[in-house]
């Protein structure tokens, strides 16, 4: 037994289906609407995306044809739910994982106080003197990667200060006015790709996806569908690029919460281009686009996004038309490769997992940078396992470049 199979057994045991015209109702095992299958002597057919994709029988169907012998054929009881298949399992190697997670703090706060060096500080136009930007810099993403509250966090701004990473003391309460400053936007999203530079001769297959972060405010809206009014936490929405292979993240974009994918396809695919060769971009349904396939295409890639139900060949000899035949005879194939999107959701769970779900910050520009120093913080922890793993030299700036011929110029 599947592990399709197994679930399907669960929906028929323990879930309500109902049939009507034809149609069977089954429920989702995560909150979504129904969906509606149908058992035809030509095949079945549901409304999930797994059908619509692979075009073979999901769980839902299964569930129904379950629920369809029991219900013409009484002697036939309902199904007990079997133990579920063991599942793939990966060889980790625990001896360099250990070491990689017991060195890792101090090994943070060497990497950040090397990236915050090619920042160049801002030209002195008087007033109260700065604090020097990298400083700024390394308080900020430190902040982000203890998770803790800014007043248990001066110790380790002291401790910082005395290892010399910072050039003196600062107050931690200060640290939460610097998030507030639009001005560090920028730099913080160049550096979300700067941190990922070590890994540019490892990494060519790469996979774009949104998430969430949710925030201390509450929006209110009305509900067309329903007809009713609710409300829940806003949140900031993040759309980024990573790596299929290493979990780096490459490029981040941060738009209005309600933004649309497709959009930000581009931007993050052509911000990867600068500094990674592409092999493939895979992605689901809500980035596909004639443009977005040539792009990538143009960069000597291919870009896997499942078509839909009612899309058409198009233009003979165009990428879209080549790879909507190679979506339709080689779907097995195609979905090998499709289905390495999945680690872009994997490293939105890591982050949320390590580094918290949810932004402290008030303001809009604090509640963006404080989600673009989330990612600093994993592509450093990252970068710092794969020198452990895989013997990587963890250089973020050229070697002429660093001291006195800073690249990334501070507004």
């Known amino acids: 037994m599947n592990e399709r199979e197994f679930k399907a057994q669960a929906i028929a045991a323990h879930s309500r289906l109902t049939f009507k015209d034809g149609v069977w109702t089954v429920p989702s095992q995560s909150g979504q609407p129904p969906y509606r299958v149908q058992l035809l002597r030509e095949g079945a057919t549901c409304t999930c995306d797994d059908w619509l994709i692979r075009k073979q029988d999901c769980k839902h169907i299964i569930a129904a044809q379950f629920v369809a012998k029991r219900e013409m054929a009484t002697e036939i009881a309902s199904p007990e739910i079997e133990s579920l298949p063991p599942k793939k399992k990966y060889a980790q190697n625990w001896r360099v994982y250990n070491q990689a997670q017991i060195t890792e703090k101090r090994r943070f706060q060497i990497l950040l106080a090397d990236l915050c060096r090619g920042v160049q500080q801002p030209p002195y136009l008087g007033g109260r003197p700065r604090s020097p930007i990298a400083d700024v810099i390394f308080a900020c993403v430190f902040k982000v990667y203890s998770a803790i509250s800014s007043r248990r966090f001066g110790s380790d701004l002291l401790d910082a200060a005395e290892k010399g990473f910072l050039s003196k003391p600062m107050h931690p309460n ?42 201390s405010r509450f929006v209110r809206w009305f509900d067309e569908k329903y007809g009713m009014n609710r409300s829940g936490h806003d949140w900031v929405k993040v759309h980024g690029m990573v790596g299929s292979k290493t979990h780096i993240v490459t490029a981040i974009e941060i738009e209005e919460r309600s933004a649309g994918d497709c959009p930000f396809f581009k931007p993050l695919v052509e911000a990867t281009a600068q500094n990674f ?54 779907r097995d194939e195609f979905l090998n490769h499709y289905h390495r999107r999945s680690n872009a959701e994997s490293v939105f769970s890591m982050v949320k997992a390590k580094f918290g779900d949810n932004v402290r910050s008030r303001s809009d520009a604090a509640m963006r940078n404080e989600a673009f120093c989330k990612f600093i913080c994993h592509n450093i922890c990252v970068i710092h396992q794969s020198q452990i793993e895989l013997g990587i030299e963890p250089e973020f700036w050229p070697k002429e470049d660093k001291g006195g011929a800073p690249k990334l110029q501070a507004s």
């Open 174 to 215: 200060r640290i939460n006015a610097l998030l507030e400053d639009p001005n560090l936007t920028p730099i913080f999203r160049k550096l979300v790709t700067t941190s990922s530079l070590p890994l540019a001769p490892i990494e060519r297959e790469f996979a774009p996806d949104s998430t969430g972060f949710s925030v």
């Open 277 to 330: 060769k592409i092999d493939q971009v895979a992605a689901d349904k809500a980035y596909l686009s004639k443009e977005n396939l040539e792009l990538v295409a143009a960069l000597g890639g291919t870009a896997f996004i499942p078509f839909k139900p009612n899309n058409v060949p198009g233009e003979e000899g165009s990428v879209w038309y080549k790879m909507f035949h190679y979506y339709q005879s080689r």
